[in-house]
């Protein structure tokens, strides 16, 4: 399969791809950003990198600063697919923890097999090594910044 993804073959699911950059040892945004590693990230609006990740799935991901091999966090923007259009039924695991914030719209955060309301302005913190899911409220589908964090809890 790498090497299928590698010659533009096919393309991997996002969760695919996590689960390659853990075997890695190496940010999400490491393999997905062209951008070279520096001190000093700073990312403009206008030049952010296109949303990474199949909206048909569940999910597409906006990468907020550039990869760092050695950087312990990644901060991104999940856009969640509106309702009708989302196929992503089943949760989910990582090894870092994660710190959300409803930007827009409101989601159901599945967590270790219970739901939670979360609307604009409602934050969480928890570990990826538990089953978890973003899913969309309606058909207006939702934003949330999400940081995720090597070590932490």
Not at 53 to 62: F, T
């Amino acid at each position: 399969m790498l090497s299928k993804i590698e010659n533009g073959q096919t393309s991997a699911a996002v969760a695919t791809l996590s689960k390659i950059c853990e075997a890695l040892d190496v940010p999400l945004s490491w393999i997905l950003d062209g951008h070279p590693e520096t001190d000093l990230v700073l990312l403009p609006k206008s030049n952010r990198q296109y949303r990474v990740g199949n909206e048909n799935m569940g999910y597409s991901y906006e990468l907020l600063a550039n990869r760092s091999r050695f950087s312990g966090i990644e901060p991104t923007i999940v856009h969640v697919t509106p309702k009708d259009t989302n196929l992503r039924h089943e949760p989910y695991t990582h090894s870092q923890d994660e710190f959300i914030y409803v930007l827009e719209g409101s989601i159901h955060l599945l967590y270790d097999d219970k739901k939670h309301l979360m609307v604009k302005g409602d934050t969480a913190y928890f570990k990826g090594t538990k089953p978890h899911l973003f899913v969309p409220v309606d058909n207006d589908g939702a934003k949330v910044l999400t940081v995720f964090i090597d070590g932490g809890l």
